[in-house]
T-cell receptor
Framework: ETGVTQSPTHLIKTRGQQVTLRCSSQ?????VSWYQQALGQGPQFIFQ???????GRGNFPPRFSGLQFPNYSSELNVNALELDDSALYLC?????????????FGPGTRLTVT | AQSVTQLDSHVSVSEGTPVLLRCNYS??????LFWYVQHPNKGLQLLLK??????LVKGINGFEAEFKKSETSFHLTKPSAHMSDAAEYFC???????????FGSGTRLQVQP
């Protein structure tokens, strides 16, 4: 059974640029959630996707957007990057929205904005 | 929405001694609560979960947590710390409306030899 994978592992961008982060769900999992973890803090919920539709969103501006594909893989897109967007971005998959209490996390993508 | 508060940002214990990581929750209804562990450069791993079936929950690697409604607490314990337990631990609640996990600020556990 393949776990959750994320790419790239590290990324450096300049303020104002756009970035796309990718996530492959654990086999059979149709629900993907994205979290932002700033240094020294707990992860904060960005949004969740279920069957290619956004299924819930945290307190993040619209420049944070996402996609989920038919194979349940997912992307997180961030436009107009700001310095405060520097963080570890975590993807988590679960076996359906009713099993969101049991999420399996990837290792994360560390984004640095300069 | 449910929130959790971790009472200690750092805890240091000696190998072989008990571990206690404290967490309080606030919720107007029966909560779903979890403990996750994050080792450096590794993904978050679920240690244990409480979903109202039993107040004492046993998890992996010898950890357990007790749900105490009267104290609104969900503290994580282990009888004997091992060096490999050194990591960041998160107490986590469930925002059932958004089906999102809400994380505490974390407790860094150090284990001294």
């Amino acid at each position: 059974e393949t776990g959750v994978t994320q790419s790239p592992t590290h990324l450096i961008k300049t303020r104002g640029q756009q970035v796309t982060l990718r996530c492959s769900s654990q086999s059979g999992h149709n629900t993907v959630s994205w979290y932002q973890q700033a240094l020294g803090q707990g992860p904060q919920f960005i949004f969740q996707y279920y069957r290619e539709e956004e299924n819930g969103r945290g307190n993040f501006p619209p420049r944070f957007s996402g996609l989920q594909f038919p194979n349940y893989s997912s992307e997180l897109n961030v436009n107009a990057l700001e310095l405060d967007d520097s963080a570890l971005y975590l993807c988590a998959s679960s076996l359906g929205v009713d099993r969101s209490y049991e999420q399996y996390f990837g290792p994360g993508t560390r984004l640095t904005v300069t | 929405a449910q929130s959790v508060t971790q009472l200690d940002s750092h805890v240091s214990v000696s190998e072989g001694t008990p571990v206690l990581l404290r967490c309080n929750y606030s919720s107007s209804y029966s909560p779903s609560l979890f403990w996750y562990v994050q080792h450096p450069n590794k993904g978050l791993q679920l240690l244990l979960k409480y979903t109202s079936a039993a107040t004492l929950v046993k998890g992996i690697n010898g950890f357990e947590a007790e749900f105490k409604k009267s104290e609104t607490s969900f503290h994580l314990t282990k009888p004997s710390a091992h060096m490999s337990d050194a990591a960041e631990y998160f107490c986590v609640g469930m925002d059932t409306g958004r089906r999102a996990l809400t994380f505490g600020s974390g407790t860094r556990l150090q284990v001294q030899p």
